[in-house]
């Protein structure tokens, strides 16, 4: 907490220098670098208020001051607490001497309705200004915010509780961010939000990088190390299994909660194959879910329930040759997992960990489940999980 207060009382030294007061000025022809970074950092929400974006960037700022963008460039797209017309969002670049703004947007468009950081014509258009402003061999994302994994919207039409940003109270769905994205790649896809290590995410993700890191439970609100992460970033291969360490051992130094999780792409197709055949023996809806690890609040309707348990119920003394090549495809996905024994440490509501895989998945136990918040819409559902003759 005390970070925290810290970063809401100091002086908004960040904030000056990425004002849009030195938009007229002409910016130097960029360019090519090797990588770079950008972060699209939507703060418009609990987490600007509670000052973790200028947190975050000043740990940026560290990095690159020792020199760790070694020649790459590292830009963020941040919406701060508070937008508006006089606080627009902005992208800027962090450079070894600091903070330079390289462009702000409009908060309306020409009809007067509102635009949001989670828009898709606004995620299209930073990435394409990023590319412009700082061209590079190749580019890495990094999505900060609010996050709650796969989950659609409750009811059609209906913007709360999105699965990606939180941008006054609007979010975008995750087969939304996936044809938002399409057509590009990445180097890798770091989320440094909550909830998203889960399968139905990676699935849906697959084709954008050849890694994702991510959680499968809550994340503290000081989301990761930046000045420890940014120089693994800009290594000439990104070493993404120590980026996810780092995080994980910078909060279980401090005694604090914390689960993570690397995702290899390249593997997902064969663990839908494989867990696809699992399903498929299904006769009808499975018993004993409830009793395997969540990864969802108590009480909750759990949405994310650890994979290797949930296949292991399913499979592993019903069908043992399937689960054991499960267990296998699982493998060559998850390269890192790793966890301290509370997830949340709410003293309501803990959660503690005692089987941890590193990837979430949703259990359909009832026909209703099959719609819940727009599952079927996911091409989880539509390429593996309905597949099941028991939802049939």
């Known amino acids: 907490m005390e970070k925290i207060l810290y970063y809401i009382l100091f002086p908004l030294t960040l904030l000056a220098l990425s004002s849009c007061d030195k938009t007229d000025e002409p910016l ?37 001051s020792s020199g760790a963008l070694a020649g790459g460039r590292l830009i963020v797209y941040r919406s701060a607490r508070g937008t508006s017309e006089d606080n627009p969002p902005v992208l ?8 330079d703004t390289l462009k702000c947007y ?13 828009d898709p014509s606004r995620i299209r258009e930073v990435l394409s200004d990023a590319k412009t402003l700082a061209p590079a061999e190749d580019y890495a994302m990094v999505f900060w915010s609010h996050s709650n994994g ?4 409750p009811s059609p039409g209906d913007n709360r509780y999105r699965a990606f940003g939180d941008d006054r109270g ?31 995410t990676a699935y849906q993700l697959r084709n954008l990088a050849p890694v994702i890191v991510g959680s499968p439970t809550e994340l503290g609100i000081d989301g990761m190390r930046y000045d420890l992460n940014v120089p693994v ?34 593997g997902l197709d064969r663990l839908a194959a494989a867990t696809k055949a699992i399903l498929a023996t299904l006769a ?56 301290t024994p509370i997830a949340i440490s709410d003293s309501f509501s803990p959660l503690y960990i005692t089987d941890y895989s590193g990837l979430g998945m949703f259990a359909i136990k009832s026909p209703d489940d099959i719609t819940y918040r727009q599952y079927d819409s996911l091409a989880w559902w539509t390429d593996v999980v309905s597949a099941c003759p028991a939802y049939k």
């Open 28 to 64: 130097p022809v960029p360019s090519t670098v090797h990588r770079t970074v950008i972060v699209y950092m939507v703060a418009d929400n609990s987490l600007g208020a509670w000052g973790c974006d200028n947190a975050d960037i000043s740990e940026m700022v560290t990095a690159a």
């Open 106 to 118: 409009p908060v309306f468009d020409a009809d007067d309705k509102r635009i949001y950081s989670v």
């Open 150 to 153: 796969w989950l659609g919207a």
């Open 170 to 200: 609007q979010h975008i769905t995750i087969p939304t961010l996936a044809s938002t994205l399409e057509g590009e790649r990445f180097s890798f896809i770091y989320f440094d939000c909550c909830q998203m290590a889960n399968v139905e």
């Open 284 to 339: 009808d809806y499975p018993d004993g879910v409830e009793k395997i690890q969540r990864y969802c609040r108590p009480g909750e309707t759990c949405w994310s329930y650890d994979m290797r348990a949930y296949m292991r119920l399913l499979a592993a003394d019903s069908h043992p040759e399937l689960y054991d090549e499960w267990q296998s495809a699982f493998d060559a996905v998850v390269t890192y997992a790793e966890a």
């Open 233 to 266: 970033f800009f290594s000439p291969e990104p070493d993404m299994e120590k980026a996810a360490r780092n995080t994980f051992d910078s909060y279980n130094a401090d005694g604090l909660p914390c689960q993570m999780t690397v995702m290899r792409t390249s």
């Open 92 to 99: 800027i670049d962090i450079t070894r001497q600091g903070v």
